[in-house]
C-alpha cells in the first residue's frame, strides 16, 4: 500500500474529508475537530459496548425459534401418550391391524409377481392367521381348563412345599394386618366406608376373552382392507408432501419400516415356534404334564423380550414343584426351559437377525415396560415391532438423529449419519436388503 492509501485510510477512518483539511487551515480549528471526533469516538464505542454486553444473554431469533419448536415437540409426545393411554380400546386394534399388514405385504406383493391379485391374496393370508389362531385356542382349551380346575389343588401342595418361606410371609401379613387395625381404630367412626365389588374370575376372563376376540375381529379386518388396495395409501402418504427430496425420504422410510417390521416378526416367530418344539420336547423326556401346553407357553411367552422368558420360567418351576416329589427333580424342566430359552437369545436369534434389530438392550427393556404398562401385555408384545418402526424413522430423518442414536445397540455412534444423511439412508437400506 504506498502513501496516498495510507492517508486515504487514515482520513476515512478519522471522518475527515481532504477538501476539508485544505479548506480549513487554522490548527486550533483542526484540534477542534480531532477533539470532537475523539469524544464522539469514545463515546460510540462505550455505547456499542454497553449494547453487546447487555445483549450477550439474549438468544438470536433462530435460538429462540428451535427452543420453541423443542418445547412444542414435548408437549405433543405428551399429549400423544395421554391420547395412548386413555384410548387404549380404540387405538390398539388399527395398530395391530397395521403390524399385521406391514408383516404380510412382501408375502402379498412377491405372490403379485406370479399374477395373483392383492385382494385374493390377503383374503387367504388373513383367513390363514384366523384359522391358525382359532385352532392354537381351541386345542389349548382342554389343557388350559383342566389346569384351571386343579388350580386350587396345586396352590396348596406348592404351600405345603414352600411352608417355611410362607410362614416368614404369613408373619409379615399378620403384622401388616394389625398395622391397618391400629390405624383403623383412630378413624373418624363417623365416616362412611364405601366398598366397590371386583368381578369374580369367571367374570373378568369372559370380558377379557370378548374385548381380545373384539381386537382381534377388527385387527383382522383392517389388515385385509390395508393388504387389498395394494399401495394406494403408500401413494397417498407420498402425494401429500411438497417437494421430490420429501417424497423420496418418505417413501424411503415407509419401505425401510414394512422390511424391517415383517422380516422380524415373521423370523421372530419362527424361532419361537422352534423354542416351543423345544421345551415342549423336553418336557415330555422330563415327565410334565401338557407338554403341548409348555411348548405354547414358551411359544408365546418369548415375544416378550427379557420377561417372557423369566415368567415362564418361575411358572415352570412352580407347577415342577408340585409335580415331582424329588426337589433335585423337579428343578430339571426350569433348568431345561431357561438353557432353551438361553440357546435362542444368545444364539439363534442374533444369528438369524444380525444387524436387521440392531437396538439397545436398555431401549428394548424400557420399550417394554412402558407399553405394558399403558396396554397391558397387548403393549408389550407390541413393544419391539413399534421401537423398529421408530428406529427406522429415527435413521432416515435427521433431526431424529440424535434418538436414533440412543436407540442404537453398537459402539459406532452416530457416525456419518449427522453430517450426510443421504448416505445414512442408503446405508440402512443396504442393510435392510
Not at 92 to 99: D, K, M, Q
Not at 178 to 200: F, L, M, Y
Amino acid at each position: 500500500m504506498n502513501d496516498s492509501s495510507k492517508r486515504a485510510v487514515s482520513q476515512g477512518a478519522s471522518g475527515i474529508h481532504p477538501e476539508d483539511e485544505r479548506r480549513d487551515g487554522d490548527s486550533l480549528a483542526s484540534a477542534a475537530d480531532t477533539g470532537t471526533a475523539a469524544d464522539t469516538g469514545t463515546a460510540a464505542d462505550t455505547g456499542t459496548g454497553a449494547d453487546t454486553g447487555s445483549g450477550a444473554g439474549r438468544l438470536s431469533p433462530r435460538q429462540n425459534l428451535v427452543l420453541i419448536r423443542n418445547f412444542l415437540a414435548f408437549i405433543v409426545v405428551i399429549c400423544a401418550a395421554v391420547v395412548l393411554f386413555f384410548a387404549k380400546d380404540v387405538v390398539l386394534p388399527f395398530v395391530l391391524g397395521i403390524l399385521i399388514a406391514l408383516t404380510l405385504r412382501p408375502l402379498t406383493r412377491g405372490v403379485e409377481r406370479y399374477g395373483v391379485p392383492p385382494i385374493v391374496s390377503a383374503v387367504l393370508l388373513i383367513l390363514a392367521v384366523a384359522v391358525t389362531v382359532a385352532g392354537g385356542i381351541y386345542l389349548l382349551s382342554g389343557p388350559v381348563s383342566e389346569w384351571i380346575d386343579q388350580a386350587p389343588r396345586m396352590r396348596a401342595e406348592l404351600e405345603h412345599r414352600l411352608r417355611d418361606i410362607m410362614t416368614s410371609l404369613e408373619t409379615v401379613r399378620q403384622a401388616s394386618e394389625q398395622v391397618e387395625d391400629i390405624a383403623a381404630s383412630t378413624e373418624d367412626t363417623d365416616v362412611v366406608k364405601v366398598a366397590i365389588d371386583q368381578p369374580g374370575i369367571v367374570t373378568s376372563t369372559a370380558l377379557d376373552m370378548v374385548s381380545l376376540a373384539t381386537t382381534s375381529l377388527v385387527a383382522l379386518v383392517l389388515a385385509l382392507f390395508l393388504l387389498a388396495s395394494n399401495d394406494i395409501f403408500y401413494v397417498k402418504i407420498v402425494e401429500s408432501f411438497p417437494n421430490l427430496s420429501e417424497k423420496t425420504r418418505a417413501l424411503r422410510i415407509m419401505y425401510s419400516i414394512e422390511q424391517r417390521i415383517s422380516r422380524y416378526l415373521l423370523s421372530i416367530t419362527l424361532i419361537n415356534a422352534g423354542v416351543g418344539v423345544v421345551v415342549a420336547t423336553c418336557m415330555w423326556v422330563i415327565g410334565m404334564p401338557q407338554p403341548a401346553l409348555w411348548g405354547a407357553i414358551a411359544f408365546l411367552f418369548n415375544f416378550l423380550p427379557y420377561i417372557g422368558a423369566l415368567t415362564g420360567i418361575a411358572l415352570c418351576g412352580a407347577v415342577s414343584l408340585v409335580t415331582f416329589p424329588s426337589l433335585s427333580y423337579a428343578m430339571l424342566a426350569p433348568l431345561a426351559y431357561m438353557l432353551a430359552t438361553a440357546i435362542e437369545g444368545q444364539c439363534v436369534t442374533p444369528i438369524v437377525l444380525g444387524r436387521r434389530l440392531n437396538l439397545n438392550a436398555v431401549a428394548v427393556f424400557s420399550a417394554v415396560v412402558l407399553w405394558a404398562w399403558m396396554w397391558g401385555i397387548a403393549g408389550a408384545l407390541m413393544a419391539v415391532p413399534l421401537l423398529v418402526c421408530l428406529k427406522s424413522m429415527c435413521d432416515h430423518i435427521p433431526a431424529l438423529a440424535v434418538v436414533g442414536n440412543f436407540l442404537n445397540g453398537s459402539e459406532t455412534g452416530m457416525g456419518p449419519a449427522s453430517d450426510d444423511p443421504s448416505a445414512s439412508a442408503g446405508q440402512t437400506a443396504r442393510d435392510g436388503n
